[in-house]
């Protein structure tokens, strides 16, 4: 039996094994991040607290309560889930054997079409989250990174995949091609003009899913 191979979280290693080319300027992810949207009163309401929060407490919270009191809440203002079509998942373990190289990754968030018994089925999001900085073991770019081509395995759709990965307060957001990896300016939660275009940007994942 032909011994698979197994690879860290680097993005180097991932780029060279899997012919990854990136690139910034990517018309699919330029129209994510140009959505536009509004929220309602009680949304706004929400959105408000979250904003001040970030400003006033989030250098200082670790990851579960980076998870409990914003990302969580900020699903929930960007209203994503519907019913028996798509669903926000959290601290999913995911692994394939792709081009004869195993991958394994734990998403702190994904995005997929819930099966029976709340499990997820063809994710098409996932987002890296809850990291205080770069240059840790598992970088959570690189986490996304392998997280999504888990999926372009699995789903064998040849759609494109959609991710994002925070550092602190700043999300990236990402889209795979193929091989075909773009990256977006960086977004500050700190700043509400960004954190309203995050929840816009989350939102519009419901008229990307075509399972």
Not at 28 to 46: M, P
Not at 106 to 112: I, R
Request: aromatic share 10%; charged share 25%.
């Amino acid at each position: 039996m032909e011994k698979k191979t197994k690879i860290q979280y680097d993005l180097s290693q991932l780029a060279n094994h899997f012919g990854i080319k990136r690139q910034q300027n990517c018309e699919i992810l330029e129209q994510w991040t140009k959505v536009q949207g509004s929220l309602t009163t009680l949304q706004a309401t929400l959105f408000e607290t979250l904003c001040q929060e970030m400003k006033d407490e989030g250098d200082y919270w670790n990851e579960e309560e980076l998870k409990i009191q914003f990302i969580g809440l900020l699903f929930r203002i960007a209203d994503l889930n519907v019913k028996d079509k798509i669903k926000v998942f959290y601290e999913r373990p995911l692994s394939a054997t792709v081009q004869k190289i195993t991958l394994n990754v734990v998403a702190d968030c994904l995005v997929a079409k819930p099966m029976e018994f709340n499990t997820p089925q063809n994710p098409y999001f996932f987002l890296q989250e809850f990291k205080k900085g770069k240059g840790e073991k598992k970088d959570p770019e690189a986490q996304m990174l392998s997280a999504m081509l888990i999926a372009q395995e699995k789903n064998k759709d040849k759609k494109a995949v959609y991710g994002g990965f925070l550092v602190g307060s700043i999300w990236v957001f990402a889209t795979l091609c193929g091989t075909l990896y773009c990256t977006s300016r960086k977004y500050d939660a700190a700043n509400r003009q960004d954190l309203e275009q995050i929840v816009y940007m989350l939102r519009h994942l419901k008229n990307l899913n075509t399972i």
